[in-house]
């Protein structure tokens, strides 16, 4: 375990110490009490229980991410950031703003069959349009829960012969990986929460949250 924290460029601890400690942005832990003084739900969704990464946070990060994808791609006139939809929208338009370097930006629809017994089948729903053969690749996705899709992915990008392969991730469930997984640019590396927000979604719901929040299906009326 201790060998696995020191890979991680930045460990998420301690998420319920995050509001007692008052790291969490003024106006949210404004809005939140007020609104818990008069017994109204906080959030915008009803199953979301509490934040765990704000909206700073996350900024802060990626705006790290970004300068280390500036500096690590100095001598590259073909980078090409290819982002997983759905998820990845929200953290890729914000990072490639931020990198200082000349880039294309393109896309894969993909979708895991039987997802809930974790198959490991992954569909390409639609490619991508660049050809990737000599460009420098990030592969973009929100989130790595078994590593699936990811792996399976990168294998294939792999066969189309890009100059250079590199994986990039908001979030990673280290407890979840099924297959090897190596992360080369990690936003948060997080316990086995369901979350939402920031471009991940429940039933299709939260996306559009700035902030990263974990869920409690109990609080869920449908
Ligand atoms: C999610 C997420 C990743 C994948 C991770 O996608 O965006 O692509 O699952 O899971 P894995 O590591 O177990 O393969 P989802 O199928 O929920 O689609 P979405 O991106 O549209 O939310």
Same mark, same amino acid.
């Given at each position: 375990?201790?060998?696995?924290?020191?890979?991680?460029?930045?460990?998420?601890?301690?998420?319920?110490?995050?509001?007692?400690?008052?790291?969490?942005?003024?106006?949210?832990?404004?809005?939140?009490?007020?609104?818990?003084?008069?017994?109204?739900?906080?959030?915008?969704?009803?199953?979301?229980?509490?934040?765990?990464?704000?909206?700073?946070?996350?900024?802060?990060?990626?705006?790290?991410?970004?300068?280390?994808?500036?500096?690590?791609?100095?001598?590259?006139?073909?980078?090409? *950031? +290819?982002?997983?939809? !759905?998820?990845?929208?929200?953290? /890729?338009?914000? =990072?490639?703003? @931020?990198? $200082? #370097?000349?880039?294309?930006?393109?896309?894969?629809?993909?979708?895991?069959?039987?997802?809930?017994?974790?198959?490991?089948?992954?569909?390409?729903?639609?490619?991508?349009?660049?050809?990737?053969?000599?460009?420098?690749?990030?592969?973009?996705?929100?989130?790595?829960?078994?590593?699936?899709?990811?792996?399976?992915?990168?294998? *294939? +990008?792999?066969?189309? !012969?890009?100059?250079?392969?590199? /994986?990039?991730? =908001?979030?990673? @469930?280290? $407890? #979840?990986?099924?297959?090897?997984?190596?992360?080369?640019?990690?936003?948060?590396?997080?316990?086995?929460?369901?979350?939402?927000?920031?471009?991940?979604?429940?039933?299709?719901?939260?996306?559009?949250?700035?902030?990263?929040?974990?869920?409690?299906?109990?609080?869920?009326?449908?």
């Amino acid at each position: 375990m201790l060998r696995f924290k020191s890979l991680l460029p930045y460990k998420i601890t301690n998420f319920y110490s995050t509001i007692r400690c008052g790291s969490i942005q003024s106006t949210y832990l404004e809005t939140y009490i007020e609104k818990k003084l008069e017994n109204i739900n906080p959030f915008p969704y009803d199953f979301i229980d509490r934040i765990l990464i704000t909206e700073d946070e996350i900024k802060e990060r990626v705006n790290t991410l970004a300068k280390q994808i500036t500096s690590d791609y100095q001598n590259s006139e073909h980078l090409l *950031l +290819l982002g997983l939809l !759905r998820g990845s929208v929200v953290f /890729i338009t914000d =990072l490639m703003r @931020k990198i $200082e #370097r000349p880039i294309t930006m393109d896309f894969m629809s993909v979708s895991s069959y039987n997802k809930a017994q974790s198959s490991g089948f992954v569909r390409i729903d639609s490619d991508h349009k660049t050809n990737i053969h000599g460009w420098d690749v990030i592969l973009i996705d929100d989130i790595v829960d078994s590593g699936y899709t990811l792996s399976t992915i990168s294998k *294939l +990008l792999l066969d189309r !012969r890009p100059h250079s392969l590199k /994986i990039c991730a =908001l979030l990673d @469930k280290p $407890e #979840r990986h099924k297959v090897h997984i190596k992360i080369d640019y990690l936003g948060f590396s997080i316990p086995d929460y369901f979350v939402v927000g920031y471009g991940l979604d429940y039933d299709e719901k939260g996306r559009n949250l700035p902030y990263i929040a974990s869920i409690n299906l109990h609080k869920h009326k449908d």
